[in-house]
């Protein structure tokens, strides 16, 4: 249960691949203008992660070790490739507005790595449950980031939310600011570094509180045993 504890704090927060590992970072800042384009993405990389990190687990013993890289890529490959006829399909305005960056996942350095470091070496359980954490936490970071975009650039929320929810999302969007003008560098590049720059830094802001806590209440569970 400990094993399965740590995995979901890794993926969640302690080794979090979009602000710890500060990997797959092209995608995560080029889609992240609104929470739409964010979630799509997100979602995109959580079934690759999922699927991914459960058949290389299960073909783990009869995956040669001098092969293992192009057998990786190969397997992400194919199901990015499902994944991305699936969207053109179903969705294709959102197919058309991510572009390139949704077969750009194959070369996602954080799902090889998982397929390596992870996968590779652990049963399916586990790995299914490493590659929905890693998941779910590189797409938190790319809603946070893109609902800080979206509401400083353009004041609203969930704009355009039909292209993924169907058109009786249409009304799903949230004006925050009324007559708001926007603030055109939240929604381009130099925008997207500043608000993971203060992600990051926030992250680092509540873990050294957290680590100042632990001597305190390490300090007083000793006491209480003692007393």
């Known amino acids: 249960m400990n094993a399965y504890k740590q995995i979901i704090l890794d993926g969640l927060w302690k080794n979090n691949p979009g602000i710890v590992q500060l990997l797959g970072l092209c995608p995560l800042l080029a889609v992240s203008n609104t929470v739409v384009n964010a979630l799509g993405l997100g979602l995109a990389t959580i079934l690759t992660l999922v699927a ?73 359980g586990p790995a299914l449950l490493d590659g929905l954490m890693m998941g779910l936490g590189f797409t938190a970071v790319l809603l946070v980031l893109g609902g800080m975009r979206e509401l400083i650039g353009q004041g609203t929320l969930f704009s355009q939310a039909h292209l993924m929810f169907g058109e009786a999302a249409r009304g799903f969007s949230i004006t925050v600011i009324e007559d708001y003008r926007g603030f055109l560098m939240a929604l381009l590049p130099p925008g997207a570094f500043i608000g993971l720059g203060l992600i990051v830094a926030l992250k680092n802001v509540i873990d050294a509180r957290l680590a100042r806590r632990e001597p305190k209440v390490a300090v007083v569970e000793a006491e209480t045993a003692a007393g």
């Open 52 to 124: 991914s990190n459960g058949i290389i687990s299960l073909l783990r013993n009869q995956i040669p070790d001098e092969a293992r890289l192009p057998v990786f890529v190969m397997i992400i490959a194919s199901i990015v490739t499902i994944i991305e006829l699936s969207m053109n399909a179903w969705f294709h305005e959102l197919y058309l507005i991510l572009g390139i960056f949704i077969p750009l996942i194959v070369t996602n350095c954080s799902i090889i790595g998982r397929a390596e470091a992870f996968a590779a070496r652990n049963s399916v």
